[in-house]
């Protein structure tokens, strides 16, 4: 009888563990939740954006590093960009409507832009405009050949 007992349990014991086993988290799988996450397909959520001072700096390191800017316009270029981030973040905040938002978005671009045009000499301004052209397509980086393939 106790032989009996004692199988029986190390049978049981044996087909429980792996039962157990599967409903542990492996370490490459990510772990389920219910919160929602900003994404591509997933816009149910507004998207938390970083300060204005940080996205300012990473913008302003971006051009001068790719437009080859000097201190003294890369810091006119971050006093620029830094205005306009913080003219964004008060329009998104203040502004329940849409339409109002979006036009007033528009106009704090073209400001943006009108400024840049001033600050930067006529070749880095079209190589600003050509890089965000290509980015808007999905090639990002200056050695980005995908415009030799149209030449061909």
């Known amino acids: 009888m106790f032989k009996k007992i004692a199988i029986s349990g190390l049978l049981l ?10 409903q542990a988290a492996t370490p490459d799988a990510p772990a389920q939740t219910n919160s929602r996450r900003m994404g591509k397909d997933r816009s149910m959520q ?7 001072a ?22 006119k270029v971050y006093d ?11 329009i998104q905040a203040n502004s ?7 036009q007033a978005l528009k106009a704090n671009a073209d400001d943006y832009k009108a400024k840049l045009k ?15 052209g290509r ?12 415009d030799n393939k149209d030449q061909k």
């Open 118 to 132: 001033g600050i930067l000499t006529p070749d880095q301004f079209a190589k600003m405009a050509s890089m965000k």
């Open 135 to 146: 980015m808007r397509n999905g090639h990002r980086g200056p050695d980005d050949q995908s």
């Open 13 to 22: 014991a044996f087909f429980s563990f792996p039962l157990l086993a599967q």
């Open 46 to 52: 507004p998207h938390k954006m970083g300060n204005p």
């Open 80 to 90: 620029v960009t830094l205005s306009r981030a913080q003219k964004v973040d008060a």
């Open 54 to 75: 940080t996205r300012a700096k990473k913008i302003t390191d971006r051009m001068t590093q790719q437009l080859g800017l000097d201190q003294a316009t890369s810091q």
């Open 96 to 102: 329940d409507d849409n339409r109002a938002k979006q």
